[in-house]
């Protein structure tokens, strides 16, 4: 048996990842999708809490694959960086900000965003010492997705190049992918992209 784990991005629940969560069902495998408080807690306690719950989780499978959605890509690095997933699993990572966003730096710099974005909100910025961008590499083989328009400005202008209204498509980089996809989609709506969900299955099909 093979368990697909999903891990919900910022200011989201699992109720986000319902049409995807369905596609892989059709594709044979078990889905559990994750709950987490994404605005209480640091990166690496979130880490930690998920890497426990997928230790329980995971027992009664073969093989165990992870798909997330923006900061639960972050978090999937962190919970794989050390070890790889259960029987030769997967990774995808749809619209991560794996080298910061440049919409955090510029959320934090209204100070009111202080009180409000939360421990791990404050962890996606650019700065080379961010957390976010220091997590860790899946010792797994993954896959990014980034989202854009597909030109060279994107949705917003706030950010260089293409991007997906939040995360630029430089933004979700990574060294060491075994693919990288841009689909035209918004940042948001990522995980319900047709696109990005069949090339997801297929990812995790070829094993």
């Known amino acids: 048996q093979k368990l697909c784990v999903l891990i919900h991005g910022y200011l989201r629940s699992k109720d986000s990842l319902k049409k995807l ?14 709950n987490y408080p994404s605005t209480q807690a640091n990166i690496r306690t979130l880490c930690n809490n998920t890497a426990a719950l997928l230790d329980r989780v995971s027992a009664d499978f073969e093989q165990v694959n992870i798909v997330t959605q923006s900061l639960g ?46 421990p791990a909100g404050k962890e996606l910025v650019t700065k080379a010492t961010a957390y976010a961008r220091n997590v860790g590499t899946p010792q797994s083989p993954f896959m990014i997705i980034a989202g854009g328009r597909g030109n060279t400005t994107g ?11 939040i995360v630029g498509v430089d933004e979700t980089r990574l060294d060491g992918a075994a693919a990288h996809h841009v689909v035209r989609s918004w940042h948001a709506l990522i995980m319900k992209n047709d696109e990005a969900i069949r090339l997801t299955t297929e990812f995790l099909l070829q094993q």
Request: charged share 20%; net charge positive.
């Open 21 to 34: 969560s369905r596609a892989l069902v059709r594709a044979g495998f078990e889905v559990y999708a994750i």
């Open 73 to 118: 890509g972050i978090i999937a690095r962190g919970v794989t960086a050390k070890t790889p997933l259960k029987g030769g699993g997967r990774v995808v990572m749809l619209a991560p900000p794996n080298q910061g966003a440049r919409m955090a730096d510029l959320a934090l710099s209204w100070w009111p965003s202080e009180y409000v974005i939360g």
């Open 155 to 165: 949705y917003n202008p706030a950010i260089p190049g293409d991007d997906d209204g």
